[in-house]
């Protein structure tokens, strides 16, 4: 089972970036994934996830709620994650997660309930 995150970069406040996370080995339609991130000196924190609960539903940090769009294409296997509006404080390493299960609304936002974790990809966001 593997989770590649790509597409992170330079980009200037303001700007923005899609990520993706393409995954193999499993098939996520039904389970739970996630973006979560990891600036120098902090904790990991979550960003955004997609339920699968019968209807799509989304959950979003505030520091990303109206600059954020996570989407997935369950034909591709892929999850996306539009970033817009960018700030320098948006700056980590952004990682995405699957889970093996349906999380229920309580635990999207914990990472330790993710079983798969891609590599991270590097977000800057500076002048």
């Known amino acids: 089972v593997q989770l590649q995150a790509s597409g992170g970069g330079l980009v200037l406040p303001g700007g923005s970036l899609r990520l993706s996370c393409a995954a193999s080995g499993r098939t996520y339609s039904r389970y739970t994934m996630g973006w979560f991130r990891q600036a120098p000196g902090k904790e990991r924190e979550f960003v955004a996830a997609f339920r699968w609960s019968g209807k799509r539903d989304t959950y979003y940090a505030d520091s990303a709620k109206g600059r954020f769009t996570i989407s997935r294409d369950n034909a591709k296997n892929m999850m996306y994650l539009q970033m817009n509006s960018l700030r320098p404080e948006d700056t980590a390493v952004y990682y995405c997660?699957?889970?093996?299960?349906?999380?229920?609304?309580?635990?999207?936002?914990?990472?330790?309930?993710?079983?798969?974790w891609g590599q991270g990809t590097q977000v800057t966001v500076s002048s």
């Open positions: 997660a699957a889970s093996h299960l349906a999380l229920i609304t309580s635990e999207v936002r914990r990472g330790d309930n993710y079983n798969d």
